[in-house]
Nanobody, 124 residues
Framework: QVQLVESGGGLVQAGGSLRLSCAAS????????MGWFRQAPGKEREFVGA????????DYRGSVKGRFTISRDNAKNTVYLQMNSLKPEDTAVYYC?????????????????WGQGTQVTVSS
Protein backbone atom coordinates (compact mmCIF):
# COMPACT_ATOMS: atom_id res chain seq x y z
CA GLN A 1 0.00 0.00 0.00
CA VAL A 2 1.54 3.27 -1.12
CA GLN A 3 1.84 5.99 1.49
CA LEU A 4 1.94 9.67 0.60
CA VAL A 5 3.35 12.44 2.75
CA GLU A 6 2.97 16.11 1.82
CA SER A 7 5.25 18.87 3.02
CA GLY A 8 6.07 22.47 2.24
CA GLY A 9 2.91 24.20 3.37
CA GLY A 10 2.93 27.34 5.45
CA LEU A 11 1.92 30.97 5.74
CA VAL A 12 2.74 33.30 2.87
CA GLN A 13 1.68 36.77 1.83
CA ALA A 14 -0.42 37.32 -1.25
CA GLY A 15 1.78 37.33 -4.33
CA GLY A 16 4.25 34.96 -2.75
CA SER A 17 5.23 31.41 -3.65
CA LEU A 18 5.34 28.00 -2.06
CA ARG A 19 6.48 24.62 -3.28
CA LEU A 20 4.68 21.58 -1.98
CA SER A 21 6.22 18.14 -2.11
CA CYS A 22 4.56 14.75 -1.94
CA ALA A 23 6.79 11.78 -1.22
CA ALA A 24 5.56 8.27 -1.90
CA SER A 25 6.71 5.10 -0.21
CA UNK A 26 5.65 1.51 0.16
CA UNK A 27 4.15 1.07 -3.27
CA UNK A 28 4.35 1.80 -6.98
CA UNK A 29 4.63 5.44 -7.93
CA UNK A 30 6.08 5.87 -11.38
CA UNK A 31 3.37 4.09 -13.35
CA UNK A 32 0.48 6.17 -12.05
CA UNK A 33 -0.85 9.65 -12.53
CA MET A 34 -0.66 11.92 -9.50
CA GLY A 35 -3.05 14.65 -8.50
CA TRP A 36 -3.29 17.59 -6.15
CA PHE A 37 -6.52 18.57 -4.46
CA ARG A 38 -7.40 21.18 -1.85
CA GLN A 39 -10.07 21.81 0.71
CA ALA A 40 -10.84 25.24 2.10
CA PRO A 41 -12.75 25.68 5.39
CA GLY A 42 -16.41 24.99 4.89
CA LYS A 43 -15.96 23.86 1.32
CA GLU A 44 -15.71 20.55 -0.46
CA ARG A 45 -12.39 19.20 -1.59
CA GLU A 46 -11.63 20.26 -5.15
CA PHE A 47 -9.26 19.34 -7.93
CA VAL A 48 -6.19 21.55 -8.34
CA GLY A 49 -4.07 19.77 -10.90
CA ALA A 50 -2.71 16.42 -12.04
CA UNK A 51 0.18 14.92 -13.89
CA UNK A 52 0.23 11.89 -16.15
CA UNK A 53 2.49 9.10 -14.97
CA UNK A 54 5.31 10.27 -17.23
CA UNK A 55 4.89 13.91 -16.31
CA UNK A 56 4.62 14.93 -19.95
CA UNK A 57 1.05 16.15 -19.70
CA UNK A 58 -0.70 18.01 -16.94
CA ASP A 59 -4.11 19.46 -16.22
CA TYR A 60 -5.14 22.31 -13.94
CA ARG A 61 -8.29 23.93 -12.72
CA GLY A 62 -8.86 27.26 -14.36
CA SER A 63 -8.25 29.43 -11.32
CA VAL A 64 -4.68 28.16 -10.88
CA LYS A 65 -3.67 27.75 -14.50
CA GLY A 66 -0.59 29.84 -15.24
CA ARG A 67 0.25 30.16 -11.54
CA PHE A 68 0.66 26.55 -10.39
CA THR A 69 2.93 23.93 -11.93
CA ILE A 70 3.08 20.22 -11.24
CA SER A 71 6.27 18.30 -11.77
CA ARG A 72 7.42 14.89 -10.70
CA ASP A 73 10.64 13.00 -10.16
CA ASN A 74 9.88 9.31 -10.56
CA ALA A 75 13.38 8.38 -9.48
CA LYS A 76 12.68 10.05 -6.12
CA ASN A 77 9.04 8.96 -5.94
CA THR A 78 8.10 12.58 -5.44
CA VAL A 79 5.62 14.96 -7.04
CA TYR A 80 5.74 18.71 -6.59
CA LEU A 81 3.29 21.58 -6.76
CA GLN A 82 4.94 24.92 -7.40
CA MET A 83 2.53 27.69 -6.49
CA ASN A 84 3.28 31.24 -7.58
CA SER A 85 1.34 34.49 -7.33
CA LEU A 86 -0.64 33.08 -4.45
CA LYS A 87 -3.97 34.62 -3.54
CA PRO A 88 -5.96 34.52 -0.29
CA GLU A 89 -8.50 32.28 -2.02
CA ASP A 90 -5.77 29.65 -2.42
CA THR A 91 -5.86 29.13 1.34
CA ALA A 92 -6.70 25.48 1.98
CA VAL A 93 -5.38 22.14 3.05
CA TYR A 94 -3.61 20.64 0.05
CA TYR A 95 -3.62 16.91 -0.59
CA CYS A 96 -1.72 14.79 -3.04
CA UNK A 97 -3.22 11.58 -4.35
CA UNK A 98 -2.23 8.66 -6.53
CA UNK A 99 -4.49 7.75 -9.41
CA UNK A 100 -5.60 4.22 -10.21
CA UNK A 101 -4.49 4.91 -13.79
CA UNK A 102 -1.60 6.22 -15.86
CA UNK A 103 -3.70 9.09 -17.19
CA UNK A 104 -4.64 12.08 -15.05
CA UNK A 105 -8.17 12.69 -13.82
CA UNK A 106 -10.11 15.48 -12.16
CA UNK A 107 -12.30 13.07 -10.25
CA UNK A 108 -11.51 12.05 -6.68
CA UNK A 109 -12.92 8.55 -7.17
CA UNK A 110 -10.14 7.88 -9.65
CA UNK A 111 -7.57 8.17 -6.85
CA UNK A 112 -6.93 5.35 -4.41
CA UNK A 113 -4.24 6.73 -2.09
CA TRP A 114 -4.19 10.08 -0.30
CA GLY A 115 -1.78 11.99 1.84
CA GLN A 116 -2.69 13.60 5.15
CA GLY A 117 -2.60 17.11 3.73
CA THR A 118 -0.55 20.23 4.33
CA GLN A 119 -1.96 23.63 5.26
CA VAL A 120 -1.40 26.58 2.96
CA THR A 121 -2.45 29.98 4.26
CA VAL A 122 -2.21 33.09 2.11
CA SER A 123 -2.59 36.41 3.91
CA SER A 124 -3.84 39.54 2.17
Amino acid sequence: QVQLVESGGGLVQAGGSLRLSCAASGGTFSGYAMGWFRQAPGKEREFVGASRWSGDTTDYRGSVKGRFTISRDNAKNTVYLQMNSLKPEDTAVYYCARSRYMRWSRYQYDYDAWGQGTQVTVSS
